[in-house]
């Protein structure tokens, strides 16, 4: 049998006159028109808000908006939404391009026939078989989507998830549209091959790749036009009606998601603004306590949110029963924006939501449409913390900060004990060093961080490398004050560590801090200073690499596993060196279930370190019963503040388990039985 290629195509508009095809298409285009009323009223909203940072390149952008949004980066990272919004996500752009598609072939024919003897239809051949199979195998994918929203919404019901009344409408809408589509193009089959409706009937070559239809075709074989006509306009005025809703869902951040994504300012993640003190002595105010005092992005995004609860999940202050819902923090945002109450936002997020964050990142690293909690938060802790709101032990550490440079409060002058016996130069009495090392305020001071400070150095003065640190002329960085809100603090003891590190000009600061690897690396850049800055498990594992430090045996004492800090796996993405220098000792290293970008938080972070809690209310001990699930019997880390949090919280669930730096279990393995190697010569 020879195919005519002209026969296959479908009909459309059977029994629609052009008067009802004009009816049609003022629906469809009002309905559509009230999405772009809705965006046009949101965008004055967003146009409050203050100017956005310098914008990321154009292709930076375009990679945001392909990877995150159109390509769904983010969703597969949990495995129930993921099976039911990719298919749903992605049979919906195909539904609605091939929708767009066939209004295009229709406007086509129209439009050319004017002009010509017969208009053309590209509709056809080919290009129809592929389009229909495309299409029918997309709307599938859109039924077994909603059906499975649906049942996480009447069956689980997730207590993180938000279940408005009109996402649910929305959904059944969707459903309904697809299904009476099916019955659509089953009806429409059953037309085609009517010789009493179409003459010439469609062959059944020309219909068979309509597979859905095709195959529901034999149930609508007694249809007549009539009966077709009446169900097409309730087709119609469904879809019309969906689109109609669209823009007071949740399921708005289908379109929405890209914009946001393709907009995103050049922000890093958990780095707030930086107010000059000049503005702050002019206007007399610092930080945020109106909607109008965010960035345009920033109210932007959240219009974006679409309550999934992925943020809430993952929340380790939320965990342990505090206050705070990153979710309920922008859901409460964005309806005091909509609302014009926004002026106060005292009246609309209390102190103690704000001050139980840790500023982990755990929120903005799963939220699929990228908002920036953290930053959120700590536009407006600043605020309070101006006003006066922060009281008990962070304000006592504060006011250590001032008159100590560390919170700890003890005086510069005790700042280099920890290096007794160790023969540690300063930059002072070295300045040809080629890598600086930032000791810390916990190096210096906590006697576990010393500790850990003595074994990194004996490890570089066995590796030959040549280093120096600044001794007492070496201030905390200023990321508790940061965090906490109190940014003045903050400035000047950047400004003054800016001015020690150039007066030096280190080539290589290495750090055994997260926070000040963030801080130095990140935020000083706001003040001109840009340092190549690297965790002490980088240097440590290029110096293994290299063979300047040796690699021990197999020791055989049991497994160990890492506890990724927040500001290195998460914030700063860096979380392969820690455990290379685990596995180079010969160590079986473990992973528990939360690990890498996706771990959880110790609890020290965002200035908690220094706060009050309740026993039950430790993050520490959630992440503590996970890492002692792997059955390891070392627990190793990578921060001071872990190690302080974590080792208190293991202690109390098992404490024959030790906490250890990575750098103090590779010099137990080097010192048990290594020798230095011949190249251990040398600078780093």
Same mark, same amino acid.
């Given at each position: ?14 029994? $629609? +006159? ?6 049609? @298409? ?12 809705? @965006? ?19 292709? $930076? ?15 597969? *990272? &949990? ?47 080919? @290009?129809? %078989? ?21 049942? *996480? ?34 009806? *429409? ?45 309730? =087709? ?22 890209? %914009? ?29 306590? +109106? ?6 992005? =920033?109210?932007? +995004? !959240? ?40 002026? /106060? ?45 922060? #009281? ?46 930032? $000791? ?15 074994? %990194? ?21 200023? /990321? ?7 940014? !003045? ?40 200073? &840009? @340092? ?49 220098? !685990? ?34 209310? *430790?993050?520490?001990? %959630? #992440? ?24 208190? +919280? ?35």
């Amino acid at each position: 049998m020879e195919w005519n290629w002209d026969l296959i195509t479908r009909h459309t508009y059977i029994g $629609v +006159s052009p008067l009802l095809k004009v009816v049609f @298409y003022a629906i469809i285009f009002g309905s559509l028109g009230v999405g772009v009323v809705w @965006y046009w009223k949101r965008l004055q909203l967003w146009r409050q808000g203050q100017p956005d940072a310098e914008p990321l390149p154009l292709k $930076v952008r375009l990679a945001n908006m392909l990877g995150y949004a159109l390509g769904q980066k983010k969703v597969p *990272r &949990h495995r129930f939404g993921a099976v039911f919004h990719l298919p749903l996500y992605a049979g919906f752009v195909m539904l609605f391009i091939g929708t767009t598609l066939l209004a295009i072939a229709e406007w086509t024919e129209i439009g050319t026939g004017i002009f010509l003897q017969e208009g053309i239809w590209f509709h056809k051949g080919l @290009y129809y %078989i592929l389009y229909e199979l495309t299409l029918d195998l997309f709307g599938l994918g859109v039924i077994f989507g909603c059906l499975l929203a649906l049942y *996480r919404r009447h069956v689980q019901k997730p207590k993180s998830v938000s279940l408005e009344r009109i996402d649910g409408v929305a959904v059944w809408l969707l459903l309904l549209i697809c299904l009476n589509g099916y019955a659509l193009e089953a009806a *429409r089959i059953a037309l085609e091959r009517n010789p009493e409706y179409m003459n010439p009937p469609r062959p059944q070559y020309a219909q068979v790749w309509s597979f859905v239809g095709y195959t529901l075709a034999p149930m609508f074989e007694n249809i007549n036009v009539g009966a077709y006509r009446v169900w097409w306009w309730f =087709h119609a005025l469904s879809v019309a009606s969906w689109f109609a809703i669209l823009p007071f869902t949740r399921v708005r951040h289908w379109f929405l998601a890209p %914009i946001v994504a393709f907009y995103k300012p050049n922000y890093l993640p958990n780095v707030p603004s930086i107010e000059s003190i000049e503005r702050i002595e002019q206007t007399g105010k610092m930080g945020v306590n +109106s909607i109008q005092e965010f960035s345009r992005w =920033h109210l932007m +995004s !959240l219009d974006a949110c679409m309550g999934c609860g992925r943020c809430e999940r993952v929340c380790p202050a939320n965990a342990t029963g505090k206050p705070l819902n990153p979710k309920r923090i922008v859901e409460k945002l964005r309806d005091a924006m909509a609302n014009g109450k926004g002026d /106060d936002l005292t009246q609309v997020i209390s102190d103690e939501e704000l001050f139980a964050c840790t500023t982990c990142g755990a929120c903005n690293n799963e939220c699929p449409v990228l908002i920036e909690h953290p930053t959120l938060i700590m536009e407006m802790r600043r605020y309070r913390v101006a006003e006066g709101n922060l #009281r008990g032990t962070p304000a006592s550490t504060l006011q250590r900060l001032m008159t100590q440079s560390n919170p700890w409060g003890l005086p510069l002058s005790e700042r280099m004990k920890w290096a007794e016996g160790l023969n540690v130069p300063t930059a002072r009495e070295n300045p040809d060093f080629e890598v600086l090392f930032w $000791v810390g305020c916990a190096g210096a001071y906590d006697s576990r961080g010393q500790q850990v400070a003595r074994a %990194i150095v004996k490890l570089l003065q066995r590796a030959g490398v040549n280093f120096a640190v600044l001794g007492p002329e070496e201030r905390c960085t200023g /990321d508790t004050p940061r965090r906490l809100g109190e940014d !003045l603090l903050f400035q000047e003891l950047a400004q003054q560590n800016v001015q020690t590190l150039e007066k030096y000009k280190p080539r290589r600061i290495v750090t055994m801090c997260p926070h000040c690897l963030h801080t130095l690396k990140n935020e000083y850049k706001a003040f001109g200073a &840009h @340092y190549e800055v690297v965790h002490h498990s980088q240097l440590l594992a290029e110096l293994i690499q290299q063979g300047r430090l040796p690699r021990p045996a197999p020791m055989g004492n049991g497994a160990v596993v890492f506890h990724d800090p927040c500001y290195l796996a998460r914030v700063n993405r860096i979380a392969d060196a820690p455990r290379t220098v !685990l596995q180079e000792t010969g160590a079986e290293l473990r992973e528990p279930e939360r690990h890498a970008d996706r771990t959880f938080c110790c609890g020290a972070g965002g200035g908690r370190m220094w706060m009050d809690e309740l026993p039950h209310e *430790r993050p520490g001990l %959630i #992440r503590a019963e996970e890492l002692l699930k792997t059955g390891a019997r070392t627990v190793a880390v990578g921060c001071p503040f872990c190690m302080i949090m974590v080792s208190d +919280s293991v202690k109390q669930k098992d404490d024959r388990v030790p906490v250890k730096d990575i750098a103090e279990i590779l010099l137990e393995r080097i010192e048990a039985g290594a020798v230095v190697p011949e190249s251990a010569v040398g600078h780093a």
